[in-house]
């Protein structure tokens, strides 16, 4: 069988090392065709990689739709704010789609997404890819054999990591609301949306709380400069010193989203002059380092969810109370105990995982994305309509944070 052929609309980090990197090692699957990133280096190194005719590889995604393409597929990777012009022009192309979560950015535009993709005869799926994981796909089937009875509350925490906080939310791409979208929809709407699949029903109401706390010229130490290269007193004691998380031995992520000059010379001039060598307390950001939500869902279960930068690591753990046992579980380790509250006897699953590609869920997704096309099948583990759901969640949730917790009914 032929490889499904498709146009890639950027080629960042999720462009590159996710979509790009699988169809480089699963030719026979798929094989990029075009190649649509506003950055020379990064898309030079994708045409390179991939062969990709110079006619089918331009800066904007635009200029690539104006041509004839014989592709089966986009792939919707650019930033953010982007997404939803190319989302139309694709539906209007009839193309399959996969884009980047979040779908767009406001909830007026995802109304308008609903309604132009309902009907919309080609797949279209969001990256919510955490339906793919081996430890939610686990979970979800322990809750369907009634291994805890009848599920009654969930607890999801989302460790964002100190680290990853600073990299993406404080200095990066995703760090103001005005530019990029609020924290819990541009990073939280997996959790909605994992929320949702472990209810299994609609969500009728939630409510939310969440600052930024931290991140605040305020809590500037005395005599730090604006970046962390010009001499900063305070480098020893600081954990967000730039130096010390992009210019060590590591060169995978964070660091290869820096620059595509991994040598230390090049990573040193990407902190003198890109943003991620910005003190973390003088930077442009807005977004909430910390924020909880709690939700009803149709069917009776309550859910609380507690989003934080503040934790050492970047990890998803869970707690499902049930009838008949109590399951918890983390994600990143691959583990799931539950305990039965009858014998008392608790279960150890451990789960084969990996650290990388949230926790394995991306090539699983990637790998499903390519099985719908190929078969021009509508549902599969995810739709744009469950991801809908979710990221009216997260905007619901995102007016009651402004509005000092006002319950939001959906």
Known sequence: ????????????????????????NHPDEMKLVAV????????????????????????????????????????IATQDQMHKQAILAAIDHDYHILCEKPIVTNEADAKEIAKKSAGFSKVFVISHVLRYSPFFTRVKKLI??????????IEL?????????SHSFVRGHWNNSRTSAPMILSKSCHDMDILLYLAGDDCLSLSS????????????????????????????????????????????W???????????????????????????????????????????????????FTMSAFTMETHRELRLMGTKAELKGDMEKGIITITDFSCRDTKTIQIETKREGHSGSDELFVADFVRLVRGNILSGETSVNASLQSHFMAFAAETSRVSDGQQILL
């Open 157 to 165: 925490d989302e460790n964002v990591g100190h680290i990853h906080m």
């Open 209 to 252: 709380y969440g600052d930024l706390n931290y991140f605040t010229r305020e809590n500037k130490p005395e005599g730090a400069p604006v970046r962390c290269t010009d001499g900063c007193p305070h480098y020893e004691a600081c954990p967000y010193a730039a130096q010390k998380i992009y210019l060590g031995t590591n060169i995978n």
């Open 36 to 75: 649509a990133e506003p950055n020379d280096d990064k898309r030079n190194a994708v045409i390179a990689e991939h062969g990709i005719d110079q006619e089918y590889a331009v800066k904007d995604w635009q200029d690539l739709f104006k041509k004839p393409l014989e592709i089966d597929a986009v792939i």
């Open 1 to 24: 069988m032929e490889p499904i052929r498709v146009a890639l609309l950027g080629a960042g980090s999720r462009g590159k090392h996710i979509y790009a990197d699988w169809a480089r």
């Open 144 to 153: 369907s054999q009634d291994e805890i009875g009848q599920l009654i509350g």
């Open 254 to 304: 964070p660091v290869n989203v820096i620059t595509t000059d991994l040598s230390v010379e090049g990573r040193l001039k990407a902190l003198k002059e890109g943003p991620w060598g910005r003190c973390v307390y003088q930077c442009d950001n807005d977004v909430v380092d910390h924020q909880t939500v709690n939700a009803r869902f149709r069917n009776g279960v309550v859910a609380t």
